[in-house]
Protein backbone atom coordinates (compact mmCIF):
# COMPACT_ATOMS: atom_id res chain seq x y z
CA UNK A 1 0.00 0.00 0.00
CA UNK A 2 1.15 3.60 -0.97
CA UNK A 3 0.23 6.62 0.11
CA UNK A 4 0.45 9.88 -1.43
CA UNK A 5 -0.15 13.23 -0.29
CA UNK A 6 0.50 16.70 -2.48
CA UNK A 7 1.63 20.00 -1.42
CA UNK A 8 2.78 23.46 -3.01
CA UNK A 9 -0.52 23.97 -4.86
CA UNK A 10 -1.72 28.13 -5.13
CA UNK A 11 -2.11 30.99 -7.04
CA UNK A 12 0.03 32.57 -9.62
CA UNK A 13 0.34 34.95 -12.31
CA UNK A 14 0.96 33.60 -15.70
CA UNK A 15 5.03 33.36 -16.16
CA UNK A 16 4.79 32.48 -12.09
CA UNK A 17 6.65 29.42 -11.13
CA UNK A 18 5.41 26.26 -8.71
CA UNK A 19 6.74 23.76 -7.32
CA UNK A 20 4.90 20.84 -6.26
CA UNK A 21 5.66 18.29 -3.93
CA UNK A 22 4.34 14.61 -3.43
CA UNK A 23 5.46 12.58 -0.18
CA UNK A 24 4.82 8.87 -0.26
CA UNK A 25 4.39 6.38 2.98
CA UNK A 26 6.10 3.62 3.45
CA UNK A 27 8.79 2.17 2.40
CA UNK A 28 7.95 1.18 -1.50
CA UNK A 29 9.02 4.05 -3.07
CA UNK A 30 11.92 3.61 -4.58
CA UNK A 31 9.87 0.43 -6.60
CA UNK A 32 7.22 2.54 -7.43
CA UNK A 33 6.90 4.62 -11.17
CA UNK A 34 5.32 7.92 -10.31
CA UNK A 35 3.13 10.68 -12.73
CA UNK A 36 1.84 13.88 -12.35
CA UNK A 37 -1.88 14.26 -13.44
CA UNK A 38 -3.82 16.84 -14.01
CA UNK A 39 -8.01 17.65 -14.48
CA UNK A 40 -9.46 20.50 -15.36
CA UNK A 41 -13.18 21.65 -14.74
CA UNK A 42 -15.44 19.84 -17.40
CA UNK A 43 -12.27 17.94 -18.81
CA UNK A 44 -10.52 14.64 -18.14
CA UNK A 45 -7.78 14.31 -16.30
CA UNK A 46 -4.68 14.03 -18.67
CA UNK A 47 -1.17 13.46 -18.22
CA UNK A 48 1.96 15.65 -17.40
CA UNK A 49 4.75 14.49 -16.66
CA UNK A 50 5.76 10.63 -15.19
CA UNK A 51 9.44 9.14 -13.89
CA UNK A 52 10.41 6.07 -13.67
CA UNK A 53 12.20 3.99 -10.62
CA UNK A 54 15.84 5.29 -12.67
CA UNK A 55 14.79 8.60 -13.41
CA UNK A 56 13.69 8.03 -16.58
CA UNK A 57 11.06 11.07 -17.39
CA UNK A 58 8.07 11.36 -19.50
CA UNK A 59 6.84 14.77 -20.70
CA UNK A 60 3.17 15.73 -22.22
CA UNK A 61 4.00 18.38 -25.05
CA UNK A 62 2.04 20.78 -23.34
CA UNK A 63 4.47 21.32 -20.62
CA UNK A 64 7.31 19.39 -22.43
CA UNK A 65 10.50 22.77 -21.28
CA UNK A 66 8.36 24.58 -18.95
CA UNK A 67 7.55 21.40 -16.40
CA UNK A 68 10.68 19.37 -14.88
CA UNK A 69 9.61 16.02 -13.01
CA UNK A 70 12.21 14.82 -10.38
CA UNK A 71 12.47 12.23 -7.43
CA UNK A 72 14.72 11.91 -4.05
CA UNK A 73 14.15 8.46 -3.09
CA UNK A 74 15.85 8.91 -0.06
CA UNK A 75 12.87 11.69 1.04
CA UNK A 76 10.44 9.23 -0.36
CA UNK A 77 8.99 12.59 -2.38
CA UNK A 78 8.42 13.62 -6.04
CA UNK A 79 8.79 17.14 -7.63
CA UNK A 80 6.73 18.85 -10.21
CA UNK A 81 8.77 22.23 -10.74
CA UNK A 82 6.62 24.01 -12.75
CA UNK A 83 7.90 27.17 -14.44
CA UNK A 84 6.12 29.44 -17.11
CA UNK A 85 2.87 28.85 -15.96
CA UNK A 86 0.00 29.73 -18.60
CA UNK A 87 -3.89 30.10 -17.43
CA UNK A 88 -4.45 27.09 -19.35
CA UNK A 89 -2.36 25.04 -16.91
CA UNK A 90 -5.05 25.49 -14.14
CA UNK A 91 -6.08 22.67 -13.08
CA UNK A 92 -6.26 19.80 -9.61
CA UNK A 93 -2.78 18.07 -10.25
CA UNK A 94 -2.98 14.49 -8.89
CA UNK A 95 0.34 12.62 -8.39
CA UNK A 96 0.48 9.18 -8.79
CA UNK A 97 2.08 5.87 -8.16
CA UNK A 98 2.23 2.54 -9.46
CA UNK A 99 4.45 -0.76 -8.31
CA UNK A 100 6.80 -1.98 -10.87
CA UNK A 101 9.30 -4.47 -11.87
CA UNK A 102 10.34 -1.95 -14.57
CA UNK A 103 12.85 -0.32 -13.62
CA UNK A 104 13.43 2.51 -17.09
CA UNK A 105 9.50 2.83 -17.98
CA UNK A 106 6.84 4.85 -16.21
CA UNK A 107 3.27 5.16 -18.07
CA UNK A 108 1.91 8.02 -19.59
CA UNK A 109 -1.97 5.98 -19.00
CA UNK A 110 -3.78 7.04 -15.64
CA UNK A 111 -5.42 3.82 -15.70
CA UNK A 112 -1.85 2.16 -15.07
CA UNK A 113 -1.33 3.56 -12.14
CA UNK A 114 -2.50 2.25 -8.62
CA UNK A 115 -2.24 4.89 -5.86
CA UNK A 116 -3.44 8.19 -6.34
CA UNK A 117 -3.21 11.43 -3.84
CA UNK A 118 -6.23 13.60 -3.21
CA UNK A 119 -5.08 16.66 -5.08
CA UNK A 120 -3.57 20.14 -5.12
CA UNK A 121 -5.14 22.78 -6.72
CA UNK A 122 -3.20 25.50 -9.19
CA UNK A 123 -4.72 28.53 -10.01
CA UNK A 124 -2.84 31.10 -13.07
CA UNK A 125 -4.39 33.85 -13.03
CA UNK A 126 -4.01 36.17 -16.69
Known amino acids: QVQLVESGGGLVQAGGSLRLSCAAS????????MGWFRQAPGKEREFVAAISRTSNTYYADSVKGRFTISRDNAQNTVYLQMNSLKPEDTAVYYC????????????????????WGQGTQVTVSS
Open 26 to 33: GRTFSSCA
Open 96 to 115: AAVLTGNWWYASIEPAEYDY
